[in-house]
């Protein structure tokens, strides 16, 4: 076990491990990503989507409408079929069945007030991460590239 | 994703008992996910499911080892375990959310399982109404340690 945590040869052990977690990547995403189509994938793939789940995160509503809307993620849009009134500009997340091009809704859920509620958590969030990182990289020795604690 | 002031305390409170280097590594991985996760998926805007596995329990065991690397030599396994296991808590608290299934984190087991799975007690967003909670309760465990001399963790 000790060779696994030594100096000697790191930067081959530490290469190995990343492309390791490479393919791991590329595996979640041949796996996953047929398996759950983005709206992209639903609006040029139409037959090969035909029948699978999708679940599109939060979106905006790019035109609205009675028991159907177009939804709008990456610049690409496709038309969902959903019970009710919905408005332009609305923000919703989308889990649904892929049918012809466009998205049966199973369930939609509108986020109210989404911009600024997940900008408040990214900005402290990333206030915390900030503080953590100075708090480490006060110990660290740059030169050398290791975290050094001095107790 | 939950707020990572919220992670980071998680991380702050179990990891008081531990070892200073050890601690930090505990923290460090509370916050790992996310950092890689965000970095693949909004810096790197890499392919469809990329940034899964910074949500795996196998996916965090390699970037922790990769992280440990950081680590002095005599330090290494024991900041590889706490790497692991602050990102596995990361895990954890994720798993309250109520995502719909769309969060890297349902799928913990990728993997050996690709089914999601979450507890769905909060949507995430709602985590803008705990924060003021969690900031706080940093505040008030950081003045705690300061007064017991153990607020120095990395």
């Known amino acids: 076990m000790r060779i696994l945590w030594s100096d000697r040869a790191s930067w081959l052990k530490v290469g190995l491990v990343l492309t390791a977690v490479a393919g791991l990547c590329w595996e979640a995403n041949r796996r996953l990503g047929p398996g759950y189509p983005s709206l992209g994938r639903i609006r040029e793939y139409p ?3 035909q029948g699978q789940t999708a679940q599109i995160p939060p979106s905006v509503v790019r035109e ?3 028991d159907r809307f177009v939804l709008e993620r990456d610049e690409v849009t496709l038309v969902v079929h959903a019970r009710g009134r919905w408005n332009a500009g609305e923000i919703v997340a989308v ?6 091009g ?3 809704a199973e369930m939609v859920r509108p986020y109210p007030g989404y911009r600024w509620k997940r900008g408040l958590v990214y900005g402290f969030s990333l206030l915390a991460a900030l503080f953590v990182a100075w708090r480490l990289l006060r110990r660290t020795d740059l030169a050398r590239g290791i975290f050094e604690s001095r107790y | 994703m939950a707020d990572l002031v919220t992670h980071y305390l998680t991380a702050r409170l179990p990891a008081a ?6 601690q930090a590594a505990f923290v460090a991985g ?8 965000k970095l693949l998926e909004v810096v790197l805007h890499t392919a469809n499911r990329f940034y899964v596995p910074s949500h795996t329990v196998l996916g965090l065991a390699l970037y922790g080892y990769v992280a440990s690397f ?3 030599e005599r330090l290494r396994p024991k900041a590889w375990l706490a790497l692991w296991l602050g990102g596995c808590l990361h895990i954890l608290v994720d798993l309250f959310k109520d995502t719909m299934g769309s969060a890297s984190s349902a799928l913990f087991l990728f993997p050996l399982a690709v089914e999601p799975f979450e507890f769905g007690l909060y949507d995430p967003i709602h985590a803008i109404w705990t924060l003021p909670i969690a900031l706080a309760s940093v505040a008030a465990w950081e003045a705690l340690a300061r007064t017991k001399g153990n607020h120095v963790w990395e």
């Open chain 1, 95 to 100: 889990r649904g069945r892929a049918e012809k």
């Open chain 1, 47 to 49: 037959e090969e989507t």
């Open chain 2, 30 to 37: 509370v916050m790992l996910p996310d950092l890689v996760g």
């Open chain 1, 64 to 66: 609205g409408g009675t």
């Open chain 2, 17 to 22: 008992r531990l070892s200073r280097p050890v």
């Open chain 2, 70 to 72: 950081a680590f002095e």
């Open chain 1, 102 to 104: 466009e998205l049966i």
